[in-house]
Protein backbone atom coordinates (compact mmCIF):
# COMPACT_ATOMS: atom_id res chain seq x y z
CA UNK A 1 0.00 0.00 0.00
CA UNK A 2 1.62 3.47 -1.23
CA UNK A 3 2.11 6.20 1.50
CA UNK A 4 -0.50 8.22 -0.58
CA UNK A 5 -3.09 5.57 -0.16
CA UNK A 6 -2.03 5.29 3.58
CA UNK A 7 -2.39 8.83 4.66
CA UNK A 8 -6.00 9.02 2.59
CA UNK A 9 -7.14 6.34 4.42
CA UNK A 10 -5.91 7.91 7.96
CA UNK A 11 -8.24 11.49 7.13
CA UNK A 12 -11.26 9.58 6.09
CA UNK A 13 -11.40 7.69 9.55
CA UNK A 14 -10.50 10.91 11.29
CA UNK A 15 -13.62 12.53 9.76
CA UNK A 16 -15.62 9.91 11.40
CA UNK A 17 -13.65 9.15 14.70
CA UNK A 18 -14.38 13.56 15.58
CA UNK A 19 -18.79 13.05 15.54
CA UNK A 20 -18.58 10.00 17.42
CA UNK A 21 -16.26 11.42 19.94
CA UNK A 22 -18.24 14.56 19.80
CA UNK A 23 -21.28 12.12 21.15
CA UNK A 24 -20.03 10.38 23.39
CA UNK A 25 -18.85 13.38 25.14
CA UNK A 26 -22.60 15.18 24.57
CA UNK A 27 -24.44 12.16 26.29
CA UNK A 28 -21.54 11.74 29.24
CA UNK A 29 -21.98 15.39 30.08
CA UNK A 30 -26.33 15.51 29.67
CA UNK A 31 -27.25 12.24 30.42
CA UNK A 32 -28.60 13.17 33.64
CA UNK A 33 -30.78 15.82 31.96
CA UNK A 34 -31.67 12.95 28.89
CA UNK A 35 -32.65 10.67 31.48
CA UNK A 36 -35.02 13.09 33.16
CA UNK A 37 -36.31 14.32 30.07
CA UNK A 38 -37.16 10.81 29.13
CA UNK A 39 -39.19 10.34 32.85
CA UNK A 40 -40.92 13.51 32.50
CA UNK A 41 -42.37 12.41 28.93
CA UNK A 42 -43.43 9.25 30.05
CA UNK A 43 -44.84 10.41 33.44
CA UNK A 44 -46.75 12.65 31.58
CA UNK A 45 -48.38 10.60 29.06
CA UNK A 46 -49.20 8.19 32.36
CA UNK A 47 -51.02 11.02 33.32
CA UNK A 48 -53.18 12.13 30.04
CA UNK A 49 -53.74 8.30 30.00
CA UNK A 50 -55.75 8.78 33.70
CA UNK A 51 -57.35 11.89 33.05
CA UNK A 52 -58.78 10.29 30.11
CA UNK A 53 -59.77 7.44 31.66
CA UNK A 54 -61.38 9.84 34.64
CA UNK A 55 -63.54 11.73 31.54
CA UNK A 56 -64.65 8.72 30.35
CA UNK A 57 -66.04 7.22 33.29
CA UNK A 58 -68.30 10.64 33.53
CA UNK A 59 -69.66 10.43 29.70
CA UNK A 60 -70.23 6.58 30.02
CA UNK A 61 -73.76 6.93 31.88
CA UNK A 62 -74.76 9.29 28.69
CA UNK A 63 -73.38 7.12 26.34
CA UNK A 64 -75.62 3.98 27.61
CA UNK A 65 -78.62 6.92 27.67
CA UNK A 66 -78.11 7.45 24.35
CA UNK A 67 -77.51 3.71 23.21
CA UNK A 68 -80.82 2.74 25.32
CA UNK A 69 -82.83 6.22 23.06
CA UNK A 70 -81.29 5.56 19.52
CA UNK A 71 -82.08 1.75 19.69
CA UNK A 72 -77.92 1.25 19.34
CA UNK A 73 -77.62 4.03 16.65
CA UNK A 74 -75.01 6.58 17.47
CA UNK A 75 -73.19 9.28 16.16
CA UNK A 76 -70.31 11.76 17.38
CA UNK A 77 -72.47 14.94 16.75
CA UNK A 78 -75.20 13.15 19.02
CA UNK A 79 -72.55 12.33 21.47
CA UNK A 80 -70.96 15.54 21.28
CA UNK A 81 -74.79 17.49 21.60
CA UNK A 82 -75.30 15.52 24.09
CA UNK A 83 -72.35 15.89 26.55
CA UNK A 84 -71.18 19.62 25.14
CA UNK A 85 -67.70 18.22 24.49
CA UNK A 86 -65.74 18.92 20.92
CA UNK A 87 -66.67 16.36 18.31
CA UNK A 88 -62.72 14.75 18.13
CA UNK A 89 -63.25 14.02 21.74
CA UNK A 90 -66.39 12.73 20.83
CA UNK A 91 -65.22 10.28 18.10
CA UNK A 92 -62.36 9.50 19.75
CA UNK A 93 -64.37 8.18 22.85
CA UNK A 94 -67.16 5.97 20.26
CA UNK A 95 -63.70 4.49 18.59
CA UNK A 96 -62.83 3.27 21.80
CA UNK A 97 -66.48 1.72 22.44
CA UNK A 98 -66.95 0.63 19.20
CA UNK A 99 -63.67 -1.72 19.68
CA UNK A 100 -64.46 -2.63 23.45
CA UNK A 101 -67.81 -4.00 22.09
CA UNK A 102 -67.18 -4.61 18.55
CA UNK A 103 -69.87 -2.22 17.41
CA UNK A 104 -70.34 -1.59 13.47
CA UNK A 105 -69.08 1.51 11.56
CA UNK A 106 -71.05 2.72 8.93
CA UNK A 107 -69.54 5.76 7.04
CA UNK A 108 -72.57 7.79 6.18
CA UNK A 109 -70.62 9.86 3.41
CA UNK A 110 -69.39 13.81 4.14
CA UNK A 111 -66.85 12.12 6.44
CA UNK A 112 -70.00 11.25 8.89
CA UNK A 113 -69.67 7.77 10.42
CA UNK A 114 -72.54 6.58 12.70
CA UNK A 115 -72.01 3.82 15.01
CA UNK A 116 -74.02 0.52 15.81
CA UNK A 117 -74.23 -0.66 19.47
CA UNK A 118 -76.29 -3.90 19.29
CA UNK A 119 -77.71 -4.83 22.71
CA UNK A 120 -79.83 -7.70 23.93
CA UNK A 121 -82.95 -6.07 24.00
CA UNK A 122 -82.22 -4.39 20.20
CA UNK A 123 -81.47 -8.20 18.95
CA UNK A 124 -84.66 -9.36 20.28
CA UNK A 125 -86.72 -6.73 18.67
CA UNK A 126 -84.90 -7.77 15.40
CA UNK A 127 -85.19 -11.78 15.85
CA UNK A 128 -88.56 -10.38 16.50
CA UNK A 129 -89.05 -8.26 13.01
CA UNK A 130 -87.73 -11.62 11.27
CA UNK A 131 -90.52 -14.02 12.26
CA UNK A 132 -92.73 -14.79 9.27
CA UNK A 133 -96.29 -14.02 10.26
CA UNK A 134 -98.52 -17.42 10.36
CA UNK A 135 -101.92 -17.25 8.93
CA UNK A 136 -104.64 -19.15 10.99
CA UNK A 137 -106.59 -21.84 9.73
CA UNK A 138 -110.01 -21.53 8.61
CA UNK A 139 -112.10 -23.83 11.22
CA UNK A 140 -115.19 -25.25 10.57
CA UNK A 141 -117.80 -22.73 12.60
CA UNK A 142 -120.10 -24.71 15.36
CA UNK A 143 -123.91 -24.22 16.41
CA UNK A 144 -123.20 -21.58 18.87
CA UNK A 145 -120.68 -19.66 16.76
CA UNK A 146 -123.14 -19.47 13.89
CA UNK A 147 -125.53 -18.17 16.14
CA UNK A 148 -123.09 -15.10 17.05
CA UNK A 149 -121.61 -14.49 13.95
CA UNK A 150 -124.40 -15.58 10.83
CA UNK A 151 -127.30 -13.27 10.51
CA UNK A 152 -130.66 -15.01 10.60
CA UNK A 153 -130.95 -17.96 8.60
CA UNK A 154 -134.14 -16.87 8.20
CA UNK A 155 -136.19 -13.87 6.91
CA UNK A 156 -139.90 -14.04 7.56
CA UNK A 157 -141.80 -11.83 4.69
CA UNK A 158 -145.13 -11.37 4.72
CA UNK A 159 -146.90 -10.90 1.67
CA UNK A 160 -150.25 -10.72 3.62
CA UNK A 161 -152.04 -11.48 6.86
CA UNK A 162 -152.26 -15.10 6.60
CA UNK A 163 -148.85 -16.14 4.26
CA UNK A 164 -145.49 -16.86 5.55
CA UNK A 165 -142.50 -16.69 2.93
CA UNK A 166 -138.96 -17.90 4.02
CA UNK A 167 -136.12 -17.19 2.43
CA UNK A 168 -132.31 -18.96 3.32
CA UNK A 169 -129.66 -16.78 3.53
CA UNK A 170 -125.94 -19.01 3.29
CA UNK A 171 -123.69 -18.13 6.76
CA UNK A 172 -120.77 -15.89 5.27
CA UNK A 173 -117.94 -16.42 8.24
CA UNK A 174 -115.80 -19.62 7.69
CA UNK A 175 -113.76 -18.96 11.32
CA UNK A 176 -113.73 -18.51 14.86
CA UNK A 177 -112.48 -15.27 16.14
CA UNK A 178 -109.26 -15.88 18.48
CA UNK A 179 -109.83 -16.80 21.92
CA UNK A 180 -108.72 -13.86 24.03
CA UNK A 181 -108.65 -15.55 27.06
CA UNK A 182 -106.35 -18.14 26.21
CA UNK A 183 -103.98 -15.93 24.36
CA UNK A 184 -103.86 -13.70 27.73
CA UNK A 185 -102.54 -16.34 29.47
CA UNK A 186 -100.22 -13.78 31.21
CA UNK A 187 -102.50 -10.98 31.06
CA UNK A 188 -100.16 -9.52 28.27
CA UNK A 189 -98.90 -10.87 24.44
CA UNK A 190 -95.21 -10.07 23.23
CA UNK A 191 -94.86 -8.34 20.11
CA UNK A 192 -95.27 -11.47 17.41
CA UNK A 193 -98.53 -12.71 19.71
CA UNK A 194 -99.73 -9.49 18.76
CA UNK A 195 -98.85 -9.48 15.04
CA UNK A 196 -100.62 -12.95 14.25
CA UNK A 197 -103.72 -11.60 16.21
CA UNK A 198 -103.71 -8.30 14.13
CA UNK A 199 -102.40 -10.55 11.07
CA UNK A 200 -99.19 -8.28 9.87
CA UNK A 201 -95.65 -8.57 9.86
CA UNK A 202 -94.18 -8.49 13.69
CA UNK A 203 -91.47 -5.83 12.19
CA UNK A 204 -95.04 -3.71 11.05
CA UNK A 205 -96.05 -3.59 14.82
CA UNK A 206 -92.55 -2.53 15.93
CA UNK A 207 -92.77 0.17 14.27
CA UNK A 208 -95.68 1.60 14.78
CA UNK A 209 -96.65 0.39 18.61
CA UNK A 210 -95.11 4.21 19.68
CA UNK A 211 -97.22 6.00 17.23
CA UNK A 212 -99.84 8.16 18.77
CA UNK A 213 -102.94 6.42 16.95
CA UNK A 214 -101.58 2.97 17.58
CA UNK A 215 -104.49 2.10 19.98
CA UNK A 216 -107.46 3.20 17.25
CA UNK A 217 -104.62 0.90 14.25
CA UNK A 218 -104.90 -2.17 16.47
CA UNK A 219 -108.64 -1.61 17.19
CA UNK A 220 -109.27 -1.74 13.07
CA UNK A 221 -107.33 -4.68 13.22
CA UNK A 222 -108.25 -6.31 15.72
CA UNK A 223 -110.86 -9.22 15.85
CA UNK A 224 -113.02 -8.25 18.87
CA UNK A 225 -112.17 -4.79 17.94
CA UNK A 226 -109.89 -4.08 20.92
CA UNK A 227 -106.92 -1.69 21.60
CA UNK A 228 -103.86 -2.47 22.42
CA UNK A 229 -101.28 -0.01 24.22
CA UNK A 230 -97.36 -1.18 24.37
CA UNK A 231 -95.76 -0.72 28.20
CA UNK A 232 -91.83 0.36 26.99
CA UNK A 233 -90.87 -0.98 30.58
CA UNK A 234 -92.37 -4.62 29.94
CA UNK A 235 -91.75 -4.31 26.03
CA UNK A 236 -95.12 -6.04 25.98
CA UNK A 237 -98.87 -4.85 24.66
CA UNK A 238 -101.79 -4.81 26.95
CA UNK A 239 -105.37 -4.54 26.02
CA UNK A 240 -107.07 -1.27 26.76
CA UNK A 241 -110.44 -1.46 28.75
CA UNK A 242 -113.51 0.53 27.34
CA UNK A 243 -114.46 2.75 30.07
Known sequence: MSEKTMES??????????????????????????????????????????QWQQWCQRVNPVFHQLVRENQGKITPMDLAMRGSFPGPTAKRYLDGKASEFGASIVNAGSG???????????????????????????????????????????????????????????????????????????GSLIQSELAKRLNVYSSTVYKRRNDPDFPEWTRSRDPDGIAWSFSEKTKEFFPIEES
Not at 166 to 176: F, G, K, R, S
Open 9 to 50: SGKGFLVLLLPISFLIIFLVSTWRFLLALVVLIIGFNIWQQY
Open 112 to 186: NEVYYFITASILGNILDSSEPVKTLSAQPVTTAARSLLAPPATQTLLAEPEVEVELAAPATHTEVKPNLAKQLVF
